[in-house]
């Protein structure tokens, strides 16, 4: 059973840049879209849940256009982990961080997340 | 970038009783829809992909509905463990994905 964990620095300065990584195991990081999601604090349990991007295993990958100047998703398929950083944090990048398995296909489209990390929480300090 | 509604934020219900959960998209994303569910501190669970396809080890209790922009989630009988908030994600225009801001169902 595939499972997954995040890893990272849980204090972040403002400026500076939040970098976490994604191990995954019981499974092969190919095939899959391997994504970061964010939950801001707040209810009901934190505010609604916000797309960062993905890592396909060759390493192309696709940002969500408000993050895409401050973000690189990169992919260690020798170590079945990717890693997220983000530069020039601010408050508002304090969040839950969460990576997942997306499964994902063109005919017909589709591309969910069906396994996911616990969560880590990331906090922006001033 | 695909705005996702869900409505009620909140909806109180009883055990037993049947939750009809609503989410609407800014335009038409298809059957292209998922639904999640998350209880406190914990990840959110894929319940349910491609508007109605129920994901593996869903109670059949959990059915989906919808097509275009009206989507709707219902748990039929309501068990003691489907007390949770519950997303909806389309996946017919992106990037970004994007996520409804979520339903409450908690206890009456």
């Known amino acids: 059973q595939v499972q997954l964990q995040e890893s990272g620095p849980g204090l972040v300065k403002s400026s500076e840049t939040l970098s976490l990584t994604c191990t995954v195991s019981?499974?092969?990081?190919?095939?899959?879209?391997w994504t970061w999601i964010r939950q801001p604090p707040g209810q009901p349990p934190g505010k609604g849940l916000e797309w960062i991007g993905y890592i396909y295993d060759i390493g192309s990958t696709n940002y969500n256009p408000s993050l895409k100047s401050r973000l690189t998703i990169s992919v260690d398929t020798s170590k079945n982990q990717f890693s997220l950083k983000l530069s020039s944090v601010t408050a508002a990048d304090t969040a839950v961080y969460y990576c997942?398995?997306?499964?994902?296909?063109?005919?017909?489209?589709?591309?969910?997340?069906?396994?996911w990390g616990k969560g880590t929480t990331v906090t922006v300090s001033s | 970038e695909v705005v996702m509604t869900q409505s009620p934020a909140t909806l109180s219900v009883s055990p037993g009783e049947r939750a009809t959960l609503s989410c609407r998209a800014s335009?038409?994303?298809?059957?292209?829809l998922a639904w999640y569910q998350q209880k406190p501190g914990q990840a959110p669970r894929l319940l349910i992909y491609g508007a109605s396809t129920r994901a593996t080890g869903i109670p059949a209790r959990f059915s989906g509905s919808g097509s275009g922009t009206e989507f709707t989630l219902t748990i039929s009988s309501l068990q003691s463990e489907d007390f949770a908030v519950y997303y909806c994600q389309q996946y017919n225009n992106w990037p970004p994905l994007t996520f409804g801001g979520g339903t409450k169902v908690d206890i009456k």
């Open positions: 997942a398995r997306g499964r994902w296909g063109n005919l017909p489209l589709y591309y969910y997340m069906d396994v």
């Open positions: 019981g499974g092969s990081i190919s095939s899959y879209y």
């Open positions: 335009q038409s994303v298809s059957n292209k």
